[in-house]
């Protein structure tokens, strides 16, 4: 039995995100098309003595009971009364607080590698029911690939996908809370609700035009309106690119294009004009959310 395990974690996207009602309790029902890409943090994990111990070379994360991971990590022993403890390591790629679920994606990651440390033998439907109580993209995390996401967005049907798509993430040097963002939504300001069929139908079919002309995100009602900085940075993606989207609740704005090139090309034109704190990388999107190495 091996007492190490190296993951790579997947950021996710929104192909669209819709509100279709507030609830009584404050959470929004909601129906996402949720995408894995490969931009990705690496984690490793090192069984010890005792102890939950977490190493991150970012300063903006916690490495405390904060830290997703901690709690990832603290549900499973406690559930199942494990011995030891377990050390992780993370590289962290994906930026934070930009909309990416990189702490989602983490918490996914760890719900994982115990499984296989402790020879928990839970089934992917098992890890998902606990990573729910974690967060509502954990369960996506896990899953990954392409899912529609309804209820609160934790509910989660695999969409058939052959489609291939190209981006450039644009991750500004500014954090949105995803809670701010959501008190602040107002369905009925809402005109551009997204074409979820269509991006279905053009993910089954392969359409890459399909899928890209009828994304959309909701939430860009609020936070284009709050940060003006962030509504600027769309308008210039969307001149160079197919499509520009804003990701989650913001601020990092993704820009669609046909292939790796034109990707290329984007991020360094926007290198040249954008200051030098806006993270800008080239993804596309892949069918795991979390891989072994
Ligand atoms: P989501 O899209 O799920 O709302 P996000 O990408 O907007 O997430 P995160 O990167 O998950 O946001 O970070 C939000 C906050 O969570 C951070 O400010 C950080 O303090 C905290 N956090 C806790 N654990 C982690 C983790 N493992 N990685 C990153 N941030 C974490």
Not at 58 to 68: G, K, S
Not at 98 to 116: D, K, P, W, Y
Not at 222 to 242: W, Y
Not at 250 to 259: A, E, H, I, M, N
Request: hydrophobic residues 45%.
């Amino acid at each position: 039995m091996s007492n190490k395990l190296d993951l790579t974690a997947n950021a996710k996207i929104n192909l669209t995100l819709d509100v279709l009602a507030k609830r009584e309790d404050g959470y929004h029902e909601v129906e996402m098309i949720m995408q894995s890409v490969n931009l990705a943090d690496r984690l490793t994990f090192t069984k010890i003595d005792k102890g939950i111990e977490i190493e991150v070379n970012h300063p903006q994360v916690p490495t405390d009971q904060n830290n997703l991971i901690y709690q990832a990590a603290q549900l499973l022993f406690s559930e199942f009364d494990l011995s030891g403890g377990v050390r992780v390591e993370v590289d962290k790629r994906i930026p934070v607080a930009a909309g990416l679920a990189g702490g989602s994606t983490n918490a996914a990651a760890t719900l994982v590698a115990i499984n296989q440390l402790w020879e928990l033998n839970l089934s992917l439907a098992e890890l998902i029911s606990r990573g729910a109580k974690l967060g509502a993209d954990v369960p996506f995390c896990i899953a990954g690939g392409t899912q529609l996401a309804t209820g609160i967005g934790t509910e989660l049907e695999k969409l058939v996908s052959d489609s291939e798509l190209y981006l450039v993430i644009v991750n500004p040097p500014l954090e949105v809370s995803t809670a701010m963002v959501y008190q602040n939504f107002k369905l009925n300001q809402v005109t551009n609700h997204p074409q979820t069929a269509k991006v279905i139908a053009g993910l089954r079919e392969g359409k890459t035009e399909l899928i890209v002309d009828n994304v959309a995100n909701v939430l860009e009602t609020v936070t284009l309106n709050s940060h003006p900085e962030v509504a600027k940075l769309k308008s210039r993606i969307e001149e160079l690119t197919d499509k520009a989207l804003m990701a989650g609740s913001g601020p990092t704005v993704l820009g669609f294009v046909v292939d790796q090139a034109q990707a290329e090309q984007v991020k360094v034109k926007l290198e040249e004009e954008l200051a030098t704190d806006y993270k800008i990388v080239v993804a596309k999107t892949v069918k795991q959310a979390i891989q072994f190495n």
